[in-house]
């Protein structure tokens, strides 16, 4: 598992290794590292270290000393360094004194452009700034042409929530310490590729993490010898309806792609979801169903009396139940339905059915608005996103960073809800599920957009079809990733 831990966290791990070690020791610590992360890309990147140019932003704070810092590492294997001080009154002293030392260069004064510098480290602002760039620094950073290396964070985004409101670094490298924040997997896009230095920090579990995929795909249900169709899991799938009938065909299919069980399809749009998949056993209504392992309604399935009717018999099982869609309409009407349930309870909202279920939006902390519903209600909760939250009730989460947006397309969102229902019928923990399946059902958006093989730029446009064309493949994929660990 990949571990994020909020500011305050770090801080507290900090406290007593800055109370032990002398005076300095965890910002060289850091430092160095950071100049050793900072001179294998510029080797990468011009295929030389010494005679290249780097450009320090240093802003007040300890955040600007680490970068005067890594600077002086870096002029020693000579690189040219220039340090444009943000902050000249404020600038930490050792590392200013460091870096002019070994003959790093200063600018007190915030010159209109950088010239042409291979790098620039971003230094402006650490884990305990908020709030977005001011504006002279917002001016020097949008005239930026070179790639930037973002220390611990860039700049201009919250640290623990990812939010953007202004003006803020892009980078396409941050370099981070001690451990990862939740800015580097809820805002993926603006730290670019994400390297840890370790510095020695002595920190509990983490109650926010992701899965690797070699993780995912070992816990994937795959057929033992004494397995038949019943003991891999039955899920039921109530979905789809007159007007919505594509919903139950994308929930089921994706049902039937996930495991090698069986799928039961309950609702109106049987004849459309046999033409498709012929395996599957239908039945007209939720009563004259057999048994299931696991329930996935609400997809396409409409918010009328009866739908709420069907909605109230599911939840009335004992079973784990996935509810999505128009089922989470009929919730926010009626959450008594779900609340105080004994049995696990699964609800995938989006933003929007997020508000209606709260009466709030879950920006600009998704994760703590995530965990608030979970606890609140007693049931998991995955937020849809790029960033896709599951939390559990006891607040413990896992994110997944899909990677882009392909799935943001209609009907997507019927594909995880099958496959995840379907990894929940297996007997997986409710939170693994669903982890096991956002991932899955990202993979195959970005199989989809990338094409036949999987060769192309990434940039054709996908459907819901489409993704659920590659579902199979992303499952291999996983699967491969744990035989090869």
Known sequence: ????????????????????????????????????????????????????????????????????WAGAFLRRRG?????????????????LSALQAVGGRTASAIPEHLGDPDLVLDGIVGISGRG???????????????????????????????????PAVTAAL????????????????????????????????????????????????????DD??????????????AQYPGAGVLCTGAAVAATSGMVRY???????????????VAAPTFDAAARAQAWVVGPGGGTDVQAEKTLRDVLATDLPVLVDADGLTILARNPSLVRGRSAPTLLTPHAGEFARLTGSDPHPNRVVAARRLAAQWQ???LLKGRATLIARPDGHTFVNDAGGS????????????????????????????????????ALAANLAARGEGGESSGTAPVSASSIADYLRAAVRILRTHASES
Not at 34 to 47: C, D, F, M, P
Not at 197 to 217: C, H, K
Request: hydrophobic share 50%; with cysteine; glycine share 12%.
């Open 406 to 441: 392909w799935a943001s397309t209609a009907g997507a969102g019927d594909l995880l809800a099958g496959i995840v229902g379907a990894l929940m019928s297996s007997g997986m923990p409710i939170d693994l599920a669903a982890a096991a399946g956002a991932r899955a059902h």
């Open 79 to 95: 690189v040219a360094v220039t340090a444009v001080l943000l902050a000249p009154d404020r600038t930490h002293p050792g590392g």
């Open 266 to 280: 309950v609702g109106s749009a049987a004849a459309e979801v046999l033409a498709r998949f012929p395996e599957v």
């Open 174 to 225: 941050t370099v981070t310490f001690g451990a990862r924040k939740p800015v580097h997997v809820l805002a993926p896009a603006r730290c670019g590729r994400v390297e840890l230095i370790d510095i020695g920090l002595d920190l509990p579990p983490a109650d926010l993490v992701s899965a690797e995929p070699a993780e995912l795909g070992a816990i994937w249900p795959v057929p033992g010898p």
């Open 1 to 68: 598992m990949r571990s994020y831990y909020q500011c305050e966290q770090i801080r507290a791990a900090e406290a007593p290794l800055l109370a032990s070690l002398p005076v300095g020791t965890l910002m060289r610590r850091a430092a160095y590292g950071l100049a050793r992360i900072v001179a294998e890309e510029l080797h990468t990147r011009t295929g030389a270290v010494a005679g290249r140019t780097v450009t320090l932003l240093v802003g007040s704070g300890d955040n600007g000393g680490d970068a005067l």
């Open 132 to 166: 977005s760039l001011r504006p002279a620094a917002a001016a020097l950073v949008d005239a930026i042409t070179a790639p930037i290396v973002a220390i611990d964070t860039p700049s201009g985004v919250d640290p623990d929530t990812g939010v953007v409101d202004g």
């Open 379 to 381: 049931v998991h909760v």
């Open 228 to 241: 038949d169709k019943y003991s891999q899991g039955v899920v039921g799938i109530v979905a789809g309806s």
